[in-house]
């Protein structure tokens, strides 16, 4: 049972079932939701309370009854300059035999409190590192994620040739096969004719023997190129379990313009993992900036404003805290400096010599690209070379081998020499679908060192993938 892909095919299904890259998918998510929970330090929290209080005080004429009934709530929260706000109210409702004014008092207040830092933990920048960090480590994971799909493209694309490899290494197997047994059955019949000796049917045979042995040899090869093919497309490799895949899309060798500086430009714009790296060294900055203010010493202002009320019923408490003719209000400033501040100064050089060794990661890695890209440039241009050379040395030794046949009918040559030209001829059929799948998988290793295999293959990374 055989079905048939394209190249397009196989990488669709990769994207789709590739365990790895369904697992690798699902990292941007997180970091998404890594990015919601960051922006969580500016909820405001929303508190209240409410209690009731019931005391009785022995004294000599009697007792004293103390009932009290207490509710407050409060909004806080933090604001993008580092300030923290505080809006509270808390209202009392009193009775009992204790006061000598009322049986019901109602008494409250009403404010608002801020806290501004104004070196330590002050600025939009400080306070937003988290959410900064979080965005960066989110695109790491997001590029990461390409990376992978990339890779698993070439990947594929690379088994996709391997097998076309493979087939066709099989059908000049059968080839040479049927030549060998050709030149077996002539033998036999100028043996019997008396025409030829014993010893040129036994190198026939010799050579039909070799000939089944690579036949064997590269029917295997068809197997093992296609369960590697499988792991890539498949959930499950058992789900193609019997099925001979058979491909489609052969390559076409044609010349492919190539320049090392324009590649160079270009891998350094697309590659994923160079971006990766820069990401990872904004984010190691961001950390460097958080704990250089980390240094400084608390200096907040405080301040306040708040309305205080009361009244027989709760009416005219309403009205008297309303009013505005009861304020109270504060300002002033506090300064904590931590003697020593061993921790932070510590934390402080240890972001800064990390960013420092991932500013080295990255030109490493700058280094490493400009390398790839110029030995895949000149792969692609040397198995374009080995594609020209592999034909005319399959040419040539088709030639020869004819020559050899026509000698050997014209009792000029042997039967050994046959051989030996039919050898040549399979080696020759053999280096140029080499070549040729060499060449193929050049072009998408330097579309993968570029960074633009996606593009190449019209893959868009959507939420179909």
Known sequence: QTKSFTLR????????????????????????????????VYDPILSGSANYLNSIT?????????????????????LPTGATYDFSTETTRETGNFQSISNFLYNGTAGVSLTQPLLKNFGFGVNAANIRIARESQSIALQTFIQLVMSKINDVSTAYYELIFAIENHKSALETRALAQQLLDENRKREQVGTMSPL???????????????VITTDRAIKDNENTLKRLICQRVTEFRGVSLLPVDYPLVQMVAADVDESTRTALEMRADYLSSKHALEKQNITVQFNRNQLWPEIDLQGSYGLNGGGRTFNRYGDNLTSGDNPVWSVGVALTVPLGNRAARANYHIARLDADQALLSLKSLEQDIVVQVDNAVGHVETNLKSVEAARAATRLAQESLDAEKKKLLAGTSTTFL?????SQLA???SAEIRAEADYSESIVALDLAEGTILDKNSIVLDEKF
């Not at 990769?14 to 990292?27: D, M, T």
């Not at 040129?200 to 690579?214: F, K, L, N, R």
């Not at 046959?418 to 039919?422: I, K, T």
């Open 9 to 40: 095919e196989c990488i669709e299904r990769a994207l789709e079932n590739n365990l790895e890259i369904k697992s690798q998918r699902i990292n941007p998510s997180i970091g998404s939701w890594g990015v919601v929970g960051a922006h969580g």
């Open 58 to 78: 022995p004294e000599d004429f009697g007792t004293l009854t103390d009932r009290r009934f207490q509710s407050s709530g409060t909004l806080s929260g933090l």
């Open 200 to 214: 040129d049917v036994i190198q026939a045979e010799a050579g039909v023997a070799e000939s089944e042995q690579t």
């Open 418 to 422: 046959v051989l030996q030209a039919q």
């Open 427 to 429: 080696a020759a059929r």
